[in-house]
């Protein structure tokens, strides 16, 4: 994993990246620019690591709440009026989705709103939303069949929330060496394993977290 620096290459290293994005991973490693570069490429791979599982739970996630909304309302469960009066937001990201998709030259075809849909807009619908209305609305006769039997909202809701954050974080090549990484893997494996049971062996048996979180050249706990 570790690599020879010349002064030259150092200096192109961090021209490159800037001086301030390498700022936290140098106060990490005490000042030490090689050893920052270091953690730098260690973050890196290890957030390429986190993104097939983060992958699975978005699809598996997406679609079983899909399924269970198409069971609920009528089909698309995205253009019933009884779907849409829950909460004008929801209804005006839908639209957005939609116009997308038109200005694109593509199809309005289920598939392709589910799958444009962000994961911030599946996680939003498993909050209680306005006055709690999601609650009564689309967890209680919905959303909760698409997990397993005894699955509490709020605990589904406070792991997505978790991943979520981290998930963004990953997507703009921010640090997460200073995150506990076993916890937020866990709530990955979590939501996959109320989502879809069974799943998390296949996606434990593939995944490279594990490994990259013993082989960091730092401890990746540390904090910023």
């Not at 994993?1 to 490159?16: G, K, N, V």
């Not at 469960?77 to 005006?92: K, S, T, Y």
Request: proline residues 7%; charged residues 25%.
């Amino acid at each position: 994993m570790f690599f020879t620096y010349s002064p030259q290459l150092r200096q192109d290293i961090e021209d490159a990246l800037s001086a301030d994005r390498l700022t936290a991973y140098r106060n990490a490693a005490g000042g030490d620019l090689e050893r920052a570069i270091d953690l730098y490429v260690w973050n890196a791979g290890t957030a390429a690591a986190f993104f097939g599982p983060i992958g699975v739970l978005e699809i598996t996630l997406r679609n079983a709440l899909d399924r269970e909304l198409s069971r609920t309302f009528r089909s698309p469960w995205f253009d019933d009026p009884a779907f849409l009066r829950i909460d004008a937001n929801v209804a005006g990201r839908v639209r957005k989705i939609k116009q997308k998709l038109v200005d694109r030259g593509a199809a309005v075809t289920q598939p392709r709103v589910v799958a444009e849909l962000s994961l911030g807009f599946w996680v939003n619908l498993l909050r209680p939303g306005p006055r709690g209305s999601y609650v009564h609305a689309l967890w209680g006769p919905a959303l909760s069949k698409a997990f397993r039997p005894g699955t509490r909202r709020a605990t589904v809701a406070g792991h997505l929330d978790r991943v979520l954050r981290f998930r963004n974080r990953v997507a703009h090549h921010e640090p997460i060496f200073s995150r506990d990484l076993t916890v937020h893997y866990a709530s990955i494996l979590w939501v996959i394993e109320q989502a879809a049971p069974g799943l998390v062996p296949w996606v434990e048996h593939h995944a490279r977290v594990p490994s990259c979180i013993t082989d960091g050249p730092t401890p990746p706990r540390l904090r910023l």
